[in-house]
Structure formats: structure tokens, C-alpha cells
């Protein structure tokens, strides 16, 4: 004998708590209060007959019942999902949509790429840069790269690399000044600032106790694409993200005359929704990123 469908308005209220592990949160999350999700779950535990929940005051916690349905119950839903999505959108359940940063696709991503492709030909990775924080309510993209201290509310996240700066410039500026290995070299050379990472500068210095005093040939740009294209250029010289300036050290277009990198707590990630379950092509993408962002021994 068949067993009839719970009612499915409290099973994806549940659906929705259990994946954030807190009612404030779906509540939150779904725009209604958070005694209209108690409520929700409560219809559901009495039509199962079974406790999702323990309750201890303002806190709740899954019980054993309530992990193992919701493991079944969300993969559900992540599939409905995942195929209304693709149906309003024609995406192909292939395409791994991707937000990132333009420098990071510049620098990083793109050289990169190719090697993706040939390794996982059945999968087409579609990228739009923004500089803003990915909004996964609004923006149809499946994971987001993104730069911070790897906590993002209601957010999973993996490390691709940390963020480890220091100053980079071309070689002939180097040759210009007469070589730079001092706090007094560096006052002589213009300092290339970057809208979005002002911090990075006060950061180093701090790290190695130098000053640098303001001086009118200082630049302030957009990116740091452009700081770091106009430091190639011999302008001066910019705050560098070691890990995204691999393939400039390589080819001596870019130089570090200090030695001196600041890693910092924070770092490039991956990140996508806590309720939603990513597909098989986005996880072989995921795992290829943490991958070329291990350093080889």
C-alpha cells in the first residue's frame, strides 16, 4: 500500500531549516516569521509521527530521524531546483555558471581553463566577472569565487589560495631608480593604488615597519588588471597578488625587489548556498579549482 505525499508546503519549510540548521535563519530566508516555520515543522512532525527536531529553548538541532530525511528530502528538492531552473533558463545541466572577479579571470582563471576543457570535455564553463558580492537570490550562476575570510552566512565555501601580497614592479623601473631593496627606494618610486584594495598598501608596510609619504606621481586605478598592467609598463609600482602574477614573474615582466610577502587571513574562495546541492560537473569544477590552487612541492 502506498503511503500518501506529506503536505509539501511544511516539508520544504523543513527542507529549507534543516539545510540552515536554524528556524530564525529559514525564516529569514523565506521571508515569513519564525513562529510561522516553527509551525510549519510542527505539521510536518505530526503528520510523520516522527520528532525532526530537538528543541532546547530559542535553539533546535536535527535529531537522528530528521538528518537522515532531510539528506533524501533536500537532494529532492535540490532537484526539482535544479531542473525548474534550467527549464526557465534553457541552461544546459552541463554549464557550470561561474561569478568572478575580472582580475582574478584575467590573472588567473583563464590562462588556466583550457586545461579543464581537456580534462572534463562534456562540461562548459560559462563566466561573468563583477566586482560586487555574488547574490545567488538574484544572479544565475551556480558558484561564485569570491575574496574574503571564508565565512559567508548560509554560504559553503572552500579555499582556492590565501591572499599573499607584496610590492611588484618591472624590472626597467628597477633599473630606472637605480635598484630597490630599501624603505628609501621605495619613497622614491610611485606607488600605483587600486580602488577596491586600498588596504593592501598600509597592510605591508605595516608588516615590514616602513612608512611611505604621499607624492603627487601616485596613481589611483579602477582594478588591479590596470595597476598591475601599468606597473608591466614601468608607471610605478603596485600592491601585488602573488598567486594571480604567476605567468608575469615567469616571463621577467614583473619583478618582486623587496622579497617581502604579507599572507594575510583571507583568501580567494568558492562558494555556493548551504540549500543547494551542487551537480556532479560543478563539483569535478570545484575540485579542479582547489587543485590548481595547491601550490606543487
Known sequence: MSHPLPPLNPLHTFSIAAGLGSFT???????????????????????????????????????????????????????????????????????IRVQVYPTFAARWLLPRLAGFGVAHPDCNVRLQTSVGRVDFSRDDVDIAIQFGDGHWHGMESEKIFPDAIEPVCSPRLVAHLGGMKTSTDLA????????????????????????????????????????????IEGIGIAMGQVHLLDDAFSAGSLVRPFERPLIRDLGYYVLWPKNRRVGHGTRRFIDWLIGEGTPTK
Open 25 to 95: 535563519a529559514a525564516a529569514e530566508s523565506l521571508g515569513v516569521s519564525q513562529a510561522a516555520v516553527s509551525r510549519q515543522v510542527a505539521v510536518l512532525e505530526n503528520a510523520l509521527g516522527v520528532h525532526l527536531f530537538e528543541r532546547r529553548g530559542r535553539r533546535v538541532r536535527l535529531t537522528d530521524a530528521g538528518r537522515r530525511y532531510h539528506r533524501d528530502v533536500g537532494a529532492a528538492f535540490d532537484t526539482i531546483e535544479q531542473a525548474t531552473r534550467q527549464l526557465a533558463t534553457g541552461n544546459d545541466p552541463r554549464t
Open 188 to 231: 622614491r618610486a610611485p606607488i600605483l593604488q587600486t580602488r577596491y584594495r586600498k588596504r593592501d598598501w598600509s597592510d605591508w608596510l605595516q608588516s615590514v615597519g616602513w612608512e611611505k609619504p604621499g607624492d603627487k606621481r601616485d596613481q589611483l586605478f579602477e582594478s588591479s588588471l590596470l595597476a598591475y598592467q601599468a606597473a
